[in-house]
């Protein structure tokens, strides 16, 4: 149904934000359409190591375990009031998301009405080999009538109707270990849970900082990375590949530990190597960047079938890593490997970029993916989107 009913004014809700390496978790004071207060925070992540698949996820969901509980703990006491909700979201490798379209022409004008649009989402994802018991989501994301966007379609008439729905599982395991961390809190209701998709472009769509127009999201976590195609605020395409920075940081230096990689980054780009030590590192860069490209520019490839991709590119990563990649996607001989006018300028998805829809409180600090889930429900709570 369309709409979320009242203000949310002065409600705690809590949120889980599950990554490929740990998780973070906050209590979240809502406040209508004002920026959202983080009240309390908590992130603990797996250190750089090679594990198998169980044992990343059973590690994965004892972070989610310990964060739950630090922030329940942790409390502020002038924090009063019950948790009303809980919300999850979840990143790549423990998400599946897809993105499909519902499309009904009628020989003359019909009334819309929410049967009807909840019919022909349904016949859309019909169409997708999803497993009920990995669901976590479909959310209608955009309707069209008359080939007009709206947000408001019910008892409007239209000829030809279009539906856009993000589709999203969630490996069972964790989607499982989400809602037993939750359910520490003792919240009446069943948590929400959603995808990191959904996050990126539709709860960071209507932050006033971020750069207007088409736009292509590159998300790069330990375990791979995701390429989304947004046009009008809404993810288009989008294709997943396995090569993260774990895969990266083997083809840089494979002897090294990650950590090591990561500060001899961070020296080297605030000028405190010796000549010899940044011209060695820097060959390793520029070998590890062959790689890179072939990866990349096949996966770029996929996520446009048509037409060109929009040339701003917003990058989320590491930010040790950021001005390193920042430079390979803006190069021209990149560039020259992917469909686009011209190289493509990019932004770095930074904390700054949430100030208008999120406060946090003096002295807690917080994760990049927790400051987009905030944003995410602050968004949901305050907007017209239909969840199927």
């Known amino acids: ?82 948790l009303v909700q809980a919300y999850g979201v979840v990143h790549m490798p423990w998400t599946d998301v897809r993105v499909v379209r519902g499309d009904a022409r009628h020989p003359s004008e019909v009334k819309v009405t929410r049967g009807l649009i909840s019919r022909l989402a ?12 990995t669901h976590i989501e479909s959310s ?44 520490r809190a003792h919240i009446a209701k069943e948590p929400i849970l959603r995808s990191s998709v959904r996050g990126f472009t539709l709860g960071a769509s209507s932050i006033p900082t971020m750069p207007p127009g088409d736009h292509t999201i590159v998300d790069i976590s330990r375990a791979g990375a995701r390429i989304i195609h947004v046009q009008n605020g809404l993810p288009v395409t989008l294709t997943t590949i396995e090569y993260g920075l774990q895969s990266l940081f083997s083809q840089i230096a494979p002897k090294k530990h990650p950590a ?34 072939e990866m990349y520019a096949k996966a770029f490839a996929s996520v446009t079938a048509q037409g060109l991709l929009p040339e701003h590119l917003i990058l989320i990563v590491h930010p040790t890593v950021a001005p390193w990649l920042s430079r390979f996607f803006t190069h021209p001989e990149f ?35 927790l400051l987009s889930a905030t944003a ?10 239909s969840v199927i």
């Open 1 to 82: 149904m369309f709409g979320f009913g009242s203000s949310h004014k002065n409600e705690l809700i809590l949120v889980v934000d599950v990554e490929s390496d740990g998780a973070s978790a906050a209590i979240v004071s809502m406040h209508g359409t004002e920026p959202a207060e983080i009240v309390v925070a908590a992130h603990a992540e797996l250190p750089y190591e090679t594990r198998s698949s169980d044992a990343q996820t059973a590690g994965v969901r004892a972070c989610l375990d310990e964060v739950t509980e630090k922030v329940l703990t942790l409390r502020p006491k002038d924090v009063r009031g019950t």
């Open 122 to 133: 349904q016949e859309a994802m019909k169409r997708e080999s999803m497993d009920a018991a």
């Open 140 to 183: 209608i994301i955009r309707v069209e009538l008359n080939g007009y966007p709206t947000g408001v379609p019910i008892d409007k008439k239209a000829k030809h109707i279009v539906l856009t729905v993000l589709v999203s599982s969630c490996e069972p395991a964790i989607r499982e270990g989400m809602i037993q961390a939750v359910s």
């Open 260 to 293: 090591d990689i990561l500060a001899m980054m961070h020296m080297i780009e605030n000028g405190e190597s010796d000549e010899a030590t940044r011209k060695t590192f820097l060959e390793d860069l520029g070998r590890a960047e062959v790689k890179l490209s």
């Open 335 to 369: 560039a020259a490997s992917v469909v686009t006018h011209r190289p493509f300028s990019v932004t770095v998805l930074s904390p700054e970029h949430f100030i208008s829809e999120v406060k946090v409180r003096e002295h807690v600090d917080v994760s990049l993916g």
């Open 376 to 385: 995410l429900v602050h968004s949901e709570l305050n907007s017209h989107q």
